[in-house]
Nanobody
Framework: QVQLVESGGGLVQAGGSLRLSCAAS????????MGWFRQAPGKEREFVAA????????YYADSVKGRFTISRDNAKNTVYLQMNSLKLEDAAVYYC????WGLGSRSQFEYDYWGQGTQVTVSS
């Protein structure tokens, strides 16, 4: 069992930056791939970024490539999402998720555990 708690969301102006964190409980964190997804009002949840179990491979949605960076610190049981050059369309609730197969996936259906989400609001 893995419990995930996101933090770092908030209000930021367009063009600004935020760093989201996702702290995981459990001794098996280092074997899980981790992903970030987001859901805006009236829209389906969408993939943002993923990282494999050892941090070697990362994956990004086209809409955030070059602006967002996913990373992890297995010693701290934490995964991060650095978000730069934020746009109005990045506003959403951001969720982190854990995939026990460890490879990382763009599909939300591959993930076994989810956090409660953290709100990101971008103002003009």
């Amino acid at each position: 069992q893995v419990q995930l708690v996101e933090s770092g969301g908030g209000l930021v102006q367009a063009g600004g930056s935020l760093r989201l964190s996702c702290a995981a409980s459990g001794r098996t964190f280092s074997s899980y791939a981790m992903g970030w997804f987001r859901q805006a009002p009236g829209k389906e949840r969408e993939f943002v970024a993923a990282i494999d179990w050892n941090g070697v491979n990362t994956y990004y949605a086209d809409s955030v490539k070059g602006r967002f960076t996913i990373s992890r610190d297995n010693a701290k049981n934490t995964v991060y999402l650095q978000m730069n050059s934020l746009k109005l369309e990045d506003a959403a609730v951001y969720y982190c998720a854990a995939d026990r197969w460890g490879l990382g996936s763009r599909s939300q259906f591959e993930y076994d555990y989810w956090g409660q989400g953290t709100q990101v609001t971008v103002s003009s």
